[in-house]
């Protein structure tokens, strides 16, 4: 059977990635270029700033990732690019990149859907196995997925107001800590103890998450402390504040596990690169003989490589676009 190769292209926030997958699980090249040094200045990603750094790399970052493969772009089966959601600006350098490539080799055009990436990122460790849960953990996104093959996956929970990721980053915010702040409350929170009671949010039987009230009760607990000259210790607030997240996480995921009787876990999204998150969903899955897996960490932040992964299914069910695609900075899971 023919090899299939895949040029994937990623531009959604702030990385500038492309990516050359082989069946959809083997990395032949990838190239990154973050702007996470350039936002920290600013506090989080300034979104004009962004696309315009896209537009200053994006042909660079595609020719290193065919000479560092040693390929042309005859080499080449199809072109797979995010369309969204995202940063319209972003997903817009990408999209065009990717239709003026698809235009002048004459390849096909595969959309792909950011979170359907996240997943596929799983596929580059060891083939997914169906049907599974999907836990997907994100600076803009938190949410509970079936997936019962390739093309069939339904949506059973999500959050109602922020990501956990994004709640990371304004906790790190009010601590004093820059961005991206999660790395940082992971790391502290190992060195400390939860001992700072904090309320669970949502803490029903759906299969929703709630993180605005968490942050809130940190932020509030924080400036407590400074207006009455206490002293608070961060590391253990860190604790306390990753103890209530990983509660929140681990207790819908692992009973929509026994509810929809699967066997199969799989963490997706920049935030399952945490390292308190991944452990204790070991230990469970472990306790429970749950197949548990999670992307290496290169593949939890955005990356092309994923992008490629996702791209090769879809190639292979024949799901391409025309060149009118255009960005969806919301685009819904399908």
């Known amino acids: 059977m023919k090899d299939i190769y895949i040029l994937g292209i990623e531009t959604s926030c702030d990385e500038t990635s492309c990516s050359i997958i082989k069946n959809g699980s083997e990395e032949i ?54 369309y969204g959601p995202g940063l319209v600006g972003s997903l817009l350098v990408g999209i065009e990149a990717a239709k ?10 595969i959309p792909v859907h950011h979170i ?7 596929n580059l460790e060891k083939e997914l196995k169906f049907p599974l849960i999907c836990l997907v953990i994100s600076g803009g996104h938190t949410e509970l997925l079936l997936i019962k093959d390739h093309f069939n996956i339904t949506k059973i929970g999500s959050t109602l107001d922020d990501a956990v990721g994004e709640c990371y980053d ?43 009230g968490l942050k809130s009760a940190v932020i509030n607990l924080y400036h407590n402390y400074e207006q009455a000259g206490k002293t608070i210790d961060k590391n253990c607030l860190a604790s306390s504040f990753q103890d209530v997240v990983i509660s929140s996480l681990t207790t819908k ?9 699967v066997n199969n876990l799989v963490l997706a999204g920049g935030v399952s690169a945490n390292k308190g998150i991944r452990e204790k969903f ?11 897996s999670f992307p290496k960490i290169e593949y939890c ?7 490629g992964a996702a791209g090769y ?22």
């Open 116 to 122: 359907r990436s996240h997943i596929y990122a799983n």
């Open 282 to 292: 070991e230990q469970l899955c472990k306790e429970g003989n749950i197949d548990f």
């Open 253 to 261: 995921t692992m009973r929509a596990l026994k509810e929809y009787n």
């Open 29 to 82: 090249s990838t190239t990154v270029l973050s702007q996470v040094d350039i936002h920290t200045l600013y506090g989080g990603v300034v979104p004009e700033i962004a696309s315009r750094n896209h537009v200053k790399d994006i042909v660079f970052v595609i020719n290193k990732c065919l000479t560092d493969a040693k390929m042309s772009m005859d080499m080449i089966d199809g072109i797979a690019v995010t």
């Open 301 to 307: 932040t955005d990356n092309a490589a994923m992008v």
């Open 170 to 212: 304004k906790v790190a915010r009010v601590m004093g800590i820059s961005y991206p702040g999660g790395p940082v409350i992971d790391k502290m929170a190992h060195d400390g103890k939860p001992i700072y009671d904090l309320p669970i949010p949502l803490n029903d039987d759906s299969y929703n998450f709630s993180f605005s």
């Open 313 to 334: 299914f879809l190639y292979k069910e024949g799901k391409f676009t025309d060149l009118k695609l255009n960005a969806d900075s919301s685009a819904e899971l399908v």
């Open 100 to 109: 003026t490539l698809a235009y002048i080799f004459d390849k096909p055009l």
